[in-house]
């Protein structure tokens, strides 16, 4: 397939090619291993606006830690084998490129994945899925799921969306007040949100929520617009400092330069697909502020 001269593949030593962007309104780069969004900052953004962890680990059947994961068809662990991993098959599968267009305000990809034996052996069903990538002043990531089999599916999903800031001890999410949610920081706990997001300590929550956010992030002087569609879930992640250091692909003082905003469909938003049926969810991210110095 011919890439857009903006668009370089450049083969990982892990095996899996890497899309270079360079775009007069975006850098970015793309990885076919999970359709993974890693990075995107575009024209005037003086810091990337999503983060990308400088130990993420990049080898075959391993997840990206940062950019966009794509979590699907198990958010989370798998509901009933724990030996499965962690937020499902996706992210860890190689994607096929199918389309790489540039327009004069931005690059726009499309990568399927379809069942395979291995993605059988992980779970049980037929399946084509497509996420569509276009990368400008705005990023949006769509993942679509088309049910091939002869009974309905169960998924659960989310786009598990890294955005780099300044400084989270200064950060605000706005957008999720009076909001319900399930704390899942020690024993689940239904809880209600009480005024904008703060970060003083691990924030692991599944807010029962179809808005979008603003995340505001004075230290960079800059707000980033989180929106979506076909997402009754938005979870909320930050690791703090005992989990970085728990995770070996992230640095100890890591937490304290990203959060995670997911656009999700997870517990009781659980998407049923029936036999030849489609679902959907997007994720839209932009940034107001925060231009080069
Ligand atoms: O989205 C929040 C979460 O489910 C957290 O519980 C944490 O596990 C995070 O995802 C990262 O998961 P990962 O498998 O990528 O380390």
Redesign the pocket.
């Known amino acids: 397939m011919t890439l857009p001269d903006c668009i370089r593949a450049v083969e990982d030593p892990s095996g899996y090619l890497i899309y270079h962007i360079q775009h007069p309104a975006v850098t970015a780069k793309v990885s076919g291993h999970g359709a993974h969004v890693m990075e995107w900052t575009p024209r005037g953004q003086a810091q990337p606006v999503l983060y990308l962890s400088p130990q993420a680990i990049f080898a075959l059947g391993k ?1 990206i ?1 940062g950019g966009i ?1 794509i979590c699907w068809p198990w958010f ?1 662990a798998h509901p009933t084998d724990a030996t499965k991993p ?2 499902g098959l996706a992210r860890i599968q190689p994607w096929e490129l199918l389309r790489a267009d540039a327009q004069e305000s931005h690059v726009a990809m499309l990568f399927r994945l379809q069942n395979t034996p291995e993605t059988r052996e992980l779970w049980p069903h037929d399946f084509v899925c497509h996420v569509g990538i276009s990368l400008g002043a705005k990023l949006e990531v769509s993942l679509m799921t088309q049910n091939l089999g002869s009974e309905p599916l169960r998924v659960t999903e ?1 786009l ?1 969306t890294y955005l780099s800031v300044g400084d989270i001890h200064r950060v605000t999410v706005q957008g999720l007040a009076e909001a319900r949610y399930l704390d ?1 920081v020690g024993e689940p706990t239904q809880r209600q949100q009480e005024g904008d997001i703060t970060f003083d300590r691990e924030i ?1 929550r599944q807010y029962h929520s179809t808005a979008g956010v603003v995340v505001n992030d004075p230290a960079w002087e800059r707000q980033i617009i989180v929106d979506k569609l076909g997402s009754g879930t938005t ?1 909320v ?1 930050n690791p703090w400092i005992e989990k970085s250091k728990r ?1 070996a692909d992230l640095p100890d003082e890591a937490y304290q330069g990203f959060l ?1 905003v ?1 656009a999700a469909n997870a517990g009781e938003a659980a998407v049923r697909i029936l036999p030849g049926g489609q679902h959907v969810i997007v994720t839209s991210v932009c940034v107001q502020g925060g231009g080069a110095n």
Do not use: G, I, K
Request: aromatic residues 6%.
């Open positions: 997840a830690r994961p989370n962690m937020h989310a598990h899942t692991d979870v992640w995770l995670c997911e």
